[in-house]
């Protein structure tokens, strides 16, 4: 017996994604629906081997499905989930507006998937940030075993974090460099993206930092210990999909950079390629298409006593939106509702 699952937002990069793992890793499902909004109304999107009309969003009765899978933005969540909630239905969602809510669980299942159990709140549970999900993979086991004190981290993340208009956007101005007839001019970002790099993400906050900045800070504590201080620099790049993090962290104990590599090696949703060799690391165009969190450059910080950097790469349309939200859904059967 399998579950009655919805998808909403199914026209969408981060949409299509998890109907893409939902097919690949075999989710139980007996019954799917995929929704979007009006505009989109009847747009084909593909699960599996079977091709699905969307249906629309705003009159669709949520009353007898197991779970909703969210990817429509915080103004349309804000509308719509707590309708699926109040339905019976329990909504996973991808967007920032219930990830701060102290009755709403932030989930990421390899580090506490024990939160699933809150979820009964709202009917709701969060999925993180796309940047901050990939990081706290890589750092609770290594919290588990020396305790983190401090993180610096400096992100380097694709356009698709920004949506498909994003992407076209690095195209087609990647495209008018080599033909300057064709001026495009910036409109999803500040500035040019292609051949650029651009320190903002999100808005600028009071003290200086923006939004996405904040969020890593935010959720970090909440998902894997409060005690612990992040300071964060968020950085937009000409890459399509995949994000790069470069990660500094200080213990309260010391941990040897052989021991932290054999400890990443044997935890869940992590792959370790570390070799101090030309190309003995990944980068974000190797790890698009791949489940796991990809560890490289792994090394001690003689700078302080209990210091380690290490890069950190992922796909960030799956363990950054769709797939964390699929392996909460896999975690919601197999802990709560147990159907499947």
Known sequence: MGYKVVVAGATGNVGREML??????QFPVDEIAVLASRKSLGTEVTFGDTTLKTKDLATFDF????MALFAIGS???????????????????NSSLYRY?????????EVNPQAVHGYGKKNIIANPNCSTAQMVVALKPL??????????????????????????????????????????????????IAFNVIPHI????????TKEEWKMVAETKKIVDP????????????????????????????????????????????????????GGYVTPKECVGDFATFISRLRQDSTIDNGLNFWCVSDNLRKGAALNAVQIAELLGREVLKKG
């Open 202 to 209: 999100d808005v600028f906050m009071e003290d200086g930092s």
């Open 20 to 25: 893409n793992i939902l097919a690949e890793r």
């Open 75 to 93: 103004s349309a969540t804000k509308e719509f989930a707590p309708k699926a909630a109040a339905a019976g239905c329990v909504v996973i969602d």
């Open 227 to 278: 005690s612990i201080k992040v300071t964060a620099t968020c950085v937009r790049v000409p890459v399509f999909v995949g994000h790069s993090e470069s990660i500094n962290i200080e213990t309260e104990d010391f941990l040897d950079e052989d021991e932290a590599r054999d400890i990443l090696r044997e935890s869940p949703g992590i792959m370790v390629i570390d070799k101090r060799e030309d």
């Open 101 to 109: 809510d102290p009755d709403v669980p932030l989930i990421v299942p």
């Open 63 to 66: 009353t007898g499905w197991d």
């Open 143 to 192: 919290h588990d075993r020396a305790k983190i004190k401090r993180v610096v981290v400096s992100t380097y993340q694709s356009v698709s974090g920004s949506g498909k208009d994003a992407m076209d956007e690095l195209w087609e101005q990647t495209k008018a460099v080599y033909n300057p007839v064709n001026d495009v001019p910036p409109k999803v970002y500040t500035k040019e």
